[in-house]
């Protein structure tokens, strides 16, 4: 080497001399060489990747920043080819030897400069903004030219006159452009017309987009948004938007196609695929003759593998930073070690200890940049993963088959989104601990053995002891955790199930008894949180004893096995810091471990639902018979593969363009029918084709929280003169000047603002507006008034309606249109008993001519049309209380006031509607508190903590510091003492460090116990004032608010309280406490360090008032966005078939995708502020070992090496803490949002108190005289009223039927009655008494309702027919034969313990109705109230309902709300409302010969009067 430079290549004595330097042959080589030497190696993978990426045109104009850097380039070429030409003509002329390196170097260089030149060329093609590689590059170039640019700066200075001008200019015109050029490269190529902010919908281009290299690695491009959230609350408007890679439509597709690539494979690999072989013994081997055929069991396809193989390069990357981290913090010690030296040698020249200083802090921010690259993609990984389960398990849902369906309650899965997301999303930000961990432990024995010898494998011997209780422990909380996890489960569910029928509760005063199995459930996930949290203490004991043992069990070993072994400051303390670094991976491996085994329930429980069985794509074929809409050929059907089928051998043609009405009792098929037809039920043999679309409207109405127009159009674009056809035909017309925005009114969940008949009407109207070829229409107008069914059935679905070149099939239990149907379909048990016209059906004269004759009270009436009308008008004028009611086959409607009413809406042109009106909006937005969090949310939940524990863990953290620092403290005394080269008092030594390591554990256990026992306890109190709350809510609560806004706070806020903000604040007292100690150990060695920690200490507190106010409101807007992605799914999955008939799936796959993409705004803006502020305080706790090491530098001659040691040992760990502080400190308050949200919820206004001292007797009410006085009612203060002066007076016994067309304002009257709704003026006496002077449940338990919609919970039927355990089984078993119930419940498994699924699934809508009429049964109430309770059920049982209801019920005054009036019309009276107001009040048979609008709906509805024949 030293002839190929011409010079020595090393001499060591130039760096013990007061000036060093090095050699030139040093500097030509080595300092030369490795900026050229990154660049080669990075180029092939920079020029193959620029080259893929390249942007085909047009492409964006040449910038000025791509020529300015060209020039530069070419600039250096041209210097470094003139630098050659020197060489050679100094060679040719002055004959001189030239060595090799001068001919070599230029021609590397003029090499690199063509590289440069071509990477730039194609930067520009791929339109690169930044290349970190060039940054890189120009930046060692100009750090290695500082010593050969010192070099020749000395030897002018040394020299009379300068040797080699030529040379000597043309290097410090290369070095100047390769400066210029370093400037250059930190700023981004961002042409003008991109740098602009360019808006994507309502969030701005995200400015990291266009950042540098530099840029990114510092953050700096989040300042903006700092500062922004430090001068005003941040708001959705305000965030940027999403990068593309990172959307939720970019992440999901990359995880889909890797995981049907996995099903694919598994397949390959399951018992799918056989193997031959010959005959053997095996218990496996069927014999199939002189073969076998080995069945493989089924391979599920691994979620595992289907991560890794989707981000196993992002886990690649974020290891690369992570290996050169861990390598790079080993230099510490290392230089610590020489500083030490340097401290007691004081022969050592004193610009080393300069040079160790600045060597220490270089390495420190080198360690900071690769650390927070680490955490940013960590994180954003984490993120990713999160995004990537969401959209997986929605999507799932979206094909999982009914089956799969019932077996996935909707607590489970919408924890699945929740909770076992965020799990991933935090095991993926510590995922490479798994082998980090080790490789630090491993580097860290090695350099312990340098230091110590054989003596460190006792400290590896201890931790090898504490692997098998690491593994112990870790099994134990494992199952703890699935416990967890399956107790959260249930909680969840039982919270979306009481809040999904949260007006039931209601309306029968359950609230108590619901609350009570929710509190015994969340009793017991916090008895197994409290194990789970005590063996967690026990693991923190063990590691934080851990690296004290460790180094108790090496020191002591050393010391003991020679006599002449010293435990001076170098081998101690460089010990110390390696066991410092020790204690990192030893921390958090259980950490990781706790963190591994949660993700691994989590996985389990994801691979579990995602591979759930799905709906058979090819199960409804398209192919039938020519001329034939839909066709059943010898098919069955079940709701599972294991079940016996419902449905059996069906044979059914429908032909194109015909009606089909399908009949039946309860239970019988009918639904099912319809469910088969869609692909909902499994396919056991058979065939079934339907050809082209379908529309399907369901028995109960699924409507989104939307507004009305959106409803009705379900994603199609509107058309305004089909649209407001198909409201015409709906007769939702009259129905929009109700509204207060018309069809522009947002409508709650499940249509909580709309009456039944309402939300049965937009469904249909969504059918009707989507111009399918096959309509399945579920009991359609069961809900909906007699004369607007009628209505409907002319205009949509009859002969003669919008449909009627359709194909329809119509499951009803009216017999009215049964005459105008093309065909009858009749189902018995399963099974299609007839089938044909109406007219061969009476022929026929089987059971359905039967029922007819016993249940129709139709006449065929002869004559026209005209003659019906003019007998009902003449017999109409003599009307008298013996005349009969009769229902007619069909009447002639006139053109009443409603039709008049349709014309005049349908002329009104509602497009304009844009600006917002009162009531318009009905789900407001989620509150969000802004600003600092109250301190009062502190005294909460520290009240709830306890101050006695608060107390405790404050004396054990405290303790614990003191302990640590007293243990270092009384190591550096010993040994500065061992300077002696004495081990004199070595088992004083050795047991004082041991009684203090000891101590540390004690006070660890005293800190983390007292902190489980608090932090269980504030859950507890939080969790019990939220539910106690929530219950006692007004019903306008749950009707203006999502229920994934309620359930986020009963799930992601309470998980918060119960795991995040404890660890948080442990960590926030370990590290204040830290921070403590360490600035009092430096000022011990360093009292002058006091004047540089205030500055720095300052800084802190600075930037953490900036960072903390957009922290704190990013992570509020991250709480706010996370509960619509909740709301969205469990809408979804309420419409599951009804989405996926109108083959609408992906349409809500891509909404869903959207929603995680508003919420990911803000997440991803959170993880890049938490690296925005670690960079800068990182950056900044820097300076603190710098001054620590520059002060021991300053002080050398006083400072004994043990102080030295000290010192910077604490002043290296300060950094990490004094960063963890101020982000513990943030990430507390953070996450004591959820305690704000917790008890915002817990503090809202209540409805009025259950029970009150002036309570009514024992016996009330004991007539059941009800009394309106003036009564006005309205839903919200800021509408109008819907009841308005309602007087009227109901006696005892009585039998009052409530009418009227929707919206008239029939249930509001049980909404008053109940005080569901608190009377805006008047009021209601009951027996005398005012119903508003006395308790809600003193009211409600003596009131019965049978609501119109019949909910259920899960659970056995006993719990649903008697949840407060009131009734025995006899009485149960009554009340079932009471509604005829008690045959079906007798054939399920089980009888009364028979389960019942989440919302009555495994129930028909009508057995759900009889199960509600056995609930009104039992109560026994004397004032009952039904709600067209019997709308669901055939017209046999609603028959023997009635009768039921007259028999049980004599002496009970009955109120019914009717949408058909022929179940009233023998009622003791008639109520009719009209917008609010009573219209009439009297018998039916006055009410006909008034001729008012009570006659006019009956003539409507095709009720007529005839005169009655004697008896």
């Given at each position: 080497?030293?002839?190929?430079?011409?010079?020595?290549?090393?001499?060591?004595?130039?760096?013990?001399?007061?000036?060093?330097?090095?050699?030139?042959?040093?500097?030509?080589?080595?300092?030369?060489?490795?900026?050229?030497?990154?660049?080669?190696?990075?180029?092939?993978?920079?020029?193959?990747?620029?080259?893929?990426?390249?942007?085909?045109?047009?492409?964006?104009?040449?910038?000025?920043?791509?020529?300015?850097?060209?020039?530069?380039?070419?600039?250096?070429?041209?210097?470094?080819?003139?630098?050659?030409?020197?060489?050679?003509?100094?060679?040719?002329?002055?004959?001189?030897?030239?060595?090799?390196?001068?001919?070599?170097?230029?021609?590397?260089?003029?090499?690199?400069?063509?590289?440069?030149?071509?990477?730039?060329?194609?930067?520009?093609?791929?339109?690169?903004?930044?290349?970190?590689?060039?940054?890189?590059?120009?930046?060692?170039?100009?750090?290695?030219?500082?010593?050969?640019?010192?070099?020749?700066?000395?030897?002018?200075?040394?020299?009379?006159?300068?040797?080699?001008?030529?040379?000597?200019?043309?290097?410090?015109?290369?070095?100047?452009?390769?400066?210029?050029?370093?400037?250059?490269?930190?700023?981004?190529?961002?042409?003008?017309?991109?740098?602009?902010?360019?808006?994507?919908?309502?969030?701005?281009?995200?400015?990291?987009?266009?950042?540098?290299?530099?840029?990114?690695?510092?953050?700096?491009?989040?300042?903006?948004?700092?500062?922004?959230?430090?001068?005003?609350?941040?708001?959705?408007?305000?965030?940027?938007?999403?990068?593309?890679?990172?959307?939720?439509?970019?992440?999901?597709?990359?995880?889909?196609?890797?995981?049907?690539?996995?099903?694919?494979?598994?397949?390959?690999?399951?018992?799918?695929?056989?193997?031959?072989?010959?005959?053997?013994?095996?218990?496996?081997?069927?014999?199939?003759?002189?073969?076998?055929?080995?069945?493989?069991?089924?391979?599920?396809?691994?979620?595992?593998?289907?991560?890794?193989?989707?981000?196993?390069?992002?886990?690649?990357?974020?290891?690369?930073?992570?290996?050169?981290?861990?390598?790079?913090?080993?230099?510490?010690?290392?230089?610590?070690?020489?500083?030490?030296?340097?401290?007691?040698?004081?022969?050592?020249?004193?610009?080393?200890?300069?040079?160790?200083?600045?060597?220490?802090?270089?390495?420190?921010?080198?360690?900071?940049?690769?650390?927070?690259?680490?955490?940013?993609?960590?994180?954003?990984?984490?993120?990713?993963?999160?995004?990537?389960?969401?959209?997986?398990?929605?999507?799932?849902?979206?094909?999982?088959?009914?089956?799969?369906?019932?077996?996935?309650?909707?607590?489970?899965?919408?924890?699945?989104?929740?909770?076992?997301?965020?799990?991933?999303?935090?095991?993926?930000?510590?995922?490479?601990?798994?082998?980090?961990?080790?490789?630090?432990?491993?580097?860290?024995?090695?350099?312990?053995?340098?230091?110590?010898?054989?003596?460190?494998?006792?400290?590896?011997?201890?931790?090898?002891?504490?692997?098998?209780?690491?593994?112990?422990?870790?099994?134990?909380?494992?199952?703890?955790?699935?416990?967890?996890?399956?107790?959260?489960?249930?909680?969840?569910?039982?919270?979306?199930?009481?809040?999904?029928?949260?007006?039931?509760?209601?309306?029968?005063?359950?609230?108590?008894?619901?609350?009570?199995?929710?509190?015994?459930?969340?009793?017991?996930?916090?008895?197994?949180?409290?194990?789970?949290?005590?063996?967690?203490?026990?693991?923190?004991?063990?590691?934080?004893?851990?690296?004290?043992?460790?180094?108790?069990?090496?020191?002591?070993?050393?010391?003991?096995?020679?006599?002449?072994?010293?435990?001076?400051?170098?081998?101690?303390?460089?010990?110390?810091?390696?066991?410092?670094?020790?204690?990192?991976?030893?921390?958090?491996?259980?950490?990781?471990?706790?963190?591994?085994?949660?993700?691994?329930?989590?996985?389990?429980?994801?691979?579990?639902?995602?591979?759930?069985?799905?709906?058979?794509?090819?199960?409804?074929?398209?192919?039938?018979?020519?001329?034939?809409?839909?066709?059943?050929?010898?098919?069955?059907?079940?709701?599972?593969?294991?079940?016996?089928?419902?449905?059996?051998?069906?044979?059914?043609?429908?032909?194109?363009?015909?009606?089909?009405?399908?009949?039946?009792?309860?239970?019988?098929?009918?639904?099912?029918?319809?469910?088969?037809?869609?692909?909902?039920?499994?396919?056991?043999?058979?065939?079934?084709?339907?050809?082209?679309?379908?529309?399907?409207?369901?028995?109960?109405?699924?409507?989104?929280?939307?507004?009305?127009?959106?409803?009705?159009?379900?994603?199609?674009?509107?058309?305004?003169?089909?649209?407001?056809?198909?409201?015409?035909?709906?007769?939702?017309?009259?129905?929009?000047?109700?509204?207060?925005?018309?069809?522009?009114?947002?409508?709650?969940?499940?249509?909580?603002?709309?009456?039944?008949?309402?939300?049965?009407?937009?469904?249909?109207?969504?059918?009707?507006?989507?111009?399918?070829?096959?309509?399945?229409?579920?009991?359609?107008?069961?809900?909906?008034?007699?004369?607007?069914?009628?209505?409907?059935?002319?205009?949509?679905?009859?002969?003669?309606?919008?449909?009627?070149?359709?194909?329809?099939?119509?499951?009803?239990?009216?017999?009215?249109?049964?005459?105008?149907?093309?065909?009858?379909?009749?189902?018995?048990?399963?099974?299609?008993?007839?089938?044909?016209?109406?007219?061969?059906?009476?022929?026929?004269?089987?059971?359905?001519?039967?029922?007819?004759?016993?249940?129709?009270?139709?006449?065929?009436?002869?004559?026209?049309?005209?003659?019906?009308?003019?007998?009902?008008?003449?017999?109409?004028?003599?009307?008298?209380?013996?005349?009969?009611?009769?229902?007619?086959?069909?009447?002639?409607?006139?053109?009443?006031?409603?039709?008049?009413?349709?014309?005049?809406?349908?002329?009104?042109?509602?497009?304009?509607?844009?600006?917002?009106?009162?009531?318009?909006?009905?789900?407001?937005?989620?509150?969000?508190?802004?600003?600092?969090?109250?301190?009062?949310?502190?005294?909460?939940?520290?009240?709830?903590?306890?101050?006695?524990?608060?107390?405790?863990?404050?004396?054990?953290?405290?303790?614990?510091?003191?302990?640590?620092?007293?243990?270092?403290?009384?190591?550096?005394?010993?040994?500065?003492?061992?300077?002696?080269?004495?081990?004199?008092?070595?088992?004083?030594?050795?047991?004082?460090?041991?009684?203090?390591?000891?101590?540390?554990?004690?006070?660890?256990?005293?800190?983390?116990?007292?902190?489980?026992?608090?932090?269980?306890?504030?859950?507890?109190?939080?969790?019990?004032?939220?539910?106690?709350?929530?219950?006692?809510?007004?019903?306008?609560?749950?009707?203006?608010?999502?229920?994934?806004?309620?359930?986020?706070?009963?799930?992601?806020?309470?998980?918060?309280?119960?795991?995040?903000?404890?660890?948080?604040?442990?960590?926030?007292?370990?590290?204040?406490?830290?921070?403590?100690?360490?600035?009092?150990?430096?000022?011990?060695?360093?009292?002058?360090?006091?004047?540089?920690?205030?500055?720095?200490?300052?800084?802190?507190?600075?930037?953490?008032?900036?960072?903390?106010?957009?922290?704190?409101?990013?992570?509020?807007?991250?709480?706010?966005?996370?509960?619509?992605?909740?709301?969205?799914?469990?809408?979804?999955?309420?419409?599951?078939?009804?989405?996926?008939?109108?083959?609408?799936?992906?349409?809500?796959?891509?909404?869903?995708?959207?929603?995680?993409?508003?919420?990911?705004?803000?997440?991803?803006?959170?993880?890049?502020?938490?690296?925005?502020?670690?960079?800068?305080?990182?950056?900044?706790?820097?300076?603190?070992?710098?001054?620590?090491?520059?002060?021991?530098?300053?002080?050398?001659?006083?400072?004994?090496?043990?102080?030295?040691?000290?010192?910077?040992?604490?002043?290296?760990n300060v950094t990490q803490t004094l960063n963890w502080l101020v982000r513990q400190t943030s990430e507390l308050e953070t996450n004591i949002v959820a305690v704000e949200r917790v008890v915002e919820y817990s503090q809202a206004e209540t409805e009025a108190p259950w029970v009150l001292e002036n309570r009514p007797s024992p016996g009330w009410p004991q007539h059941g005289r009800i009394t309106f006085e003036n009564y006005c009612l309205r839903y919200r203060p800021e509408l109008e009223l819907i009841l308005q002066d309602i007087s009227c007076h109901i006696y005892p016994g009585e039998r009052v039927g409530v009418v009227g067309r929707t919206g008239a304002g029939k249930s509001s009257v049980m909404n008053g009655l109940f005080r569901i709704l608190e009377a805006a003026a008047g009021r209601i006496l009951i027996d005398g008494i005012d119903i508003s002077s006395i308790g809600l449940h003193d009211l409600r338990k003596q009131l019965t309702i049978i609501p119109q919609e019949p909910v259920l919970f899960s659970g056995s039927l006993r719990m649903n027919l008697d949840p407060r355990g009131q009734y025995s089984s006899i009485q149960l078993w009554h009340a079932l034969e009471m509604t005829h119930l008690h045959h079906q419940v007798q054939e399920m498994p089980g009888g009364l313990d028979c389960p019942i699924s989440e919302g009555g699934d495994n129930l028909s809508v009508g057995q759900r109705q009889l199960v509600c009429l056995a609930r009104a049964l039992l109560r026994r109430s004397r004032i009952l109230l039904l709600d067209e309770a019997t709308a669901a059920v055939d017209l046999e049982t609603d028959s023997l309902i009635q009768e039921t209801i007259r028999s049980e019920f004599v002496t009970s005054t009955v109120i019914t709300i009717a949408h058909r009036l022929h179940t009233v019309l023998d009622y003791s009276r008639i109520l009719v409302l009209d917008r609010g107001r009573i219209m009439e009040f009297d018998t039916p048979e006055n009410l006909m010969q008034r001729q008012g609008l009570f006659f006019n709906m009956a003539k409507d509805a095709g009720i007529a009067v005839i005169q009655a024949t004697a008896f």
């Open positions: 080497m030293d002839a190929f430079c011409g010079s020595e290549f090393w001499n060591g004595s130039l760096l013990d001399r007061a000036d060093p330097d090095l050699t030139i042959c040093f500097e030509q080589t080595v300092l030369t060489w490795v900026p050229i030497g990154f660049l080669w190696l990075c180029s092939p993978v920079m020029l193959i990747h620029l080259w893929r990426r390249r942007v085909p045109p047009p492409r964006n104009p040449i910038s000025c920043h791509y020529v300015f850097r060209q020039i530069l380039v070419c600039l250096l070429l041209a210097s470094t080819v003139a630098q050659l030409v020197i060489t050679i003509i100094q060679q040719v002329e002055d004959n001189r030897n030239i060595p090799p390196i001068l001919y070599l170097n230029p021609l590397l260089d003029i090499i690199s400069w063509l590289l440069v030149l071509v990477i730039n060329k194609l930067g520009c093609l791929a339109e690169m903004k930044t290349s970190g590689v060039l940054f890189i590059f120009w930046l060692l170039s100009v750090l290695t030219g500082i010593f050969p640019f010192q070099t020749l700066i000395r030897k002018a200075l040394n020299e009379t006159a300068v040797y080699e001008t030529g040379m000597f200019s043309l290097f410090f015109i290369s070095y100047g452009l390769q400066f210029i050029s370093f400037i250059i490269s930190a700023f981004a190529d961002v042409p003008r017309k991109e740098s602009q902010q360019l808006p994507h919908g309502l969030h701005k281009k995200s400015p990291e987009e266009d950042a540098s290299f530099l840029n990114k690695l510092l953050f700096c491009w989040f300042d903006r948004m700092v500062y922004l959230g430090y001068k005003k609350p941040l708001e959705m408007e305000d965030l940027w938007e999403l990068k593309a890679k990172d959307k939720a439509d970019a992440v999901s597709r990359a995880f889909e196609w890797n995981w049907k690539a996995e099903k694919v494979l598994s397949r390959r690999n399951s018992g799918g695929r056989n193997v031959v072989r010959k005959a053997s013994n095996s218990s496996q081997i069927l014999d199939v003759g002189p073969v076998v055929i080995i069945q493989r069991p089924e391979k599920k396809p691994s979620l595992f593998k289907a991560m890794i193989n989707t981000y196993y390069a992002a886990l690649l990357h974020v290891a690369s930073y992570k290996v050169i981290y861990d390598l790079l913090s080993f230099a510490s010690p290392q230089i610590l070690k020489l500083m030490i030296s340097f401290t007691t040698d004081l022969s050592i020249p004193e610009w080393r200890g300069y040079f160790y200083a600045v060597l220490m802090m270089a390495s420190a921010i080198l360690q900071t940049l690769l650390l927070q690259q680490y955490f940013h993609h960590s994180f954003g990984l984490g993120m990713n993963i999160r995004t990537t389960i969401i959209g997986a398990v929605y999507k799932k849902a979206l094909v999982m088959s009914s089956a799969a369906h019932r077996a996935s309650t909707m607590g489970e899965v919408v924890n699945l989104m929740s909770t076992d997301a965020q799990r991933f999303m935090d095991v993926a930000a510590n995922i490479q601990l798994i082998w980090s961990s080790p490789l630090q432990i491993i580097l860290a024995l090695i350099f312990l053995w340098i230091e110590l010898g054989p003596s460190v494998l006792a400290g590896l011997a201890v931790m090898i002891l504490l692997i098998p209780i690491n593994a112990l422990l870790a099994n134990k909380s494992r199952g703890f955790q699935v416990k967890n996890m399956e107790i959260k489960d249930e909680r969840i569910k039982m919270m979306n199930e009481i809040l999904n029928g949260i007006k039931i509760l209601k309306l029968y005063a359950w609230e108590p008894s619901f609350g009570e199995q929710v509190t015994s459930v969340r009793n017991a996930e916090l008895d197994v949180m409290r194990t789970y949290n005590y063996l967690n203490s026990v693991s923190i004991f063990f590691f934080t004893c851990a690296p004290f043992l460790v180094s108790l069990a090496s020191f002591g070993v050393y010391l003991a096995v020679d006599p002449n072994n010293i435990l001076d400051a170098q081998k101690a303390f460089t010990s110390i810091s390696l066991f410092n670094i020790l204690r990192f991976p030893l921390a958090m491996l259980p950490i990781i471990i706790s963190y591994l085994v949660q993700a691994s329930v989590s996985l389990n429980r994801l691979e579990s639902f995602l591979n759930n069985s799905e709906l058979d794509q090819h199960a409804v074929g398209k192919e039938p018979s020519e001329g034939v809409a839909v066709e059943l050929q010898d098919a069955s059907f079940s709701w599972n593969d294991d079940e016996i089928p419902i449905l059996k051998k069906l044979n059914v043609q429908i032909k194109e363009g015909s009606l089909l009405a399908v009949v039946g009792k309860v239970g019988a098929g009918k639904s099912s029918l319809l469910a088969a037809m869609l692909g909902e039920m499994e396919r056991i043999n058979g065939s079934v084709d339907i050809r082209g679309s379908i529309a399907y409207v369901p028995q109960q109405a699924w409507i989104q929280n939307a507004s009305l127009r959106d409803n009705v159009l379900f994603g199609a674009t509107l058309e305004s003169v089909r649209y407001w056809r198909v409201l015409e035909a709906c007769a939702l017309l009259p129905d929009l000047d109700t509204l207060p925005a018309r069809d522009l009114t947002e409508i709650g969940e499940k249509g909580i603002n709309l009456s039944g008949g309402q939300k049965q009407r937009v469904s249909l109207a969504r059918a009707i507006y989507s111009q399918a070829d096959v309509f399945l229409f579920d009991d359609a107008l069961s809900a909906v008034d007699s004369h607007v069914g009628l209505h409907i059935f002319q205009q949509v679905l009859g002969p003669k309606g919008l449909l009627q070149n359709k194909t329809r099939l119509l499951v009803t239990h009216g017999l009215s249109f049964l005459p105008q149907v093309d065909c009858i379909l009749v189902m018995t048990e399963g099974l299609v008993s007839e089938i044909g016209t109406y007219q061969q059906l009476l022929q026929n004269g089987e059971a359905f001519a039967e029922f007819l004759q016993i249940y129709s009270t139709e006449q065929d009436n002869e004559g026209s049309e005209d003659e019906e009308q003019d007998d009902e008008e003449t017999n109409g004028g003599k009307m008298k209380n013996g005349h009969l009611l009769k229902r007619l086959r069909s009447v002639s409607s006139t053109e009443s006031s409603e039709s008049k009413s349709r014309k005049k809406s349908l002329s009104k042109d509602v497009a304009g509607h844009k600006k917002n009106v009162a009531g318009q909006k009905l789900i407001e937005k989620e509150t969000m508190d802004i600003g600092n969090v109250k301190l009062t949310m502190y005294t909460k939940y520290f009240r709830a903590w306890g101050w006695t524990f608060s107390f405790m863990v404050l004396i054990g953290m405290a303790g614990q510091s003191a302990a640590t620092l007293g243990q270092n403290l009384w190591l550096s005394d010993w040994t500065s003492e061992s300077m002696n080269n004495s081990n004199s008092n070595l088992g004083l030594r050795l047991g004082v460090y041991t009684a203090l390591g000891l101590a540390q554990g004690l006070f660890v256990v005293l800190s983390t116990v007292s902190i489980v026992v608090a932090a269980i306890h504030a859950s507890s109190i939080l969790h019990s004032s939220l539910l106690e709350n929530i219950l006692r809510l007004p019903q306008t609560f749950f009707d203006t608010t999502p229920i994934g806004r309620i359930v986020n706070r009963f799930s992601k806020d309470m998980d918060t309280i119960d795991q995040v903000i404890p660890i948080a604040l442990r960590s926030w007292l370990s590290c204040a406490f830290g921070v403590l100690s360490t600035i009092v150990a430096i000022t011990i060695a360093t009292p002058i360090f006091l004047a540089v920690a205030v500055p720095i200490a300052i800084f802190y507190i600075f930037v953490q008032r900036f960072y903390v106010a957009t922290s704190r409101q990013l992570r509020r807007l991250d709480s706010v966005t996370r509960s619509p992605i909740y709301s969205h799914f469990g809408e979804t999955l309420s419409g599951l078939p009804v989405i996926r008939a109108y083959g609408h799936a992906d349409r809500f796959l891509e909404h869903n995708r959207k929603i995680v993409d508003t919420n990911l705004l803000s997440v991803y803006l959170w993880i890049v502020s938490n690296r925005w502020l670690a960079i800068r305080l990182e950056l900044v706790g820097t300076l603190f070992v710098f001054f620590a090491m520059l002060f021991a530098v300053l002080s050398r001659q006083s400072l004994m090496g043990g102080i030295v040691g000290l010192s910077i040992s604490y002043a290296l």
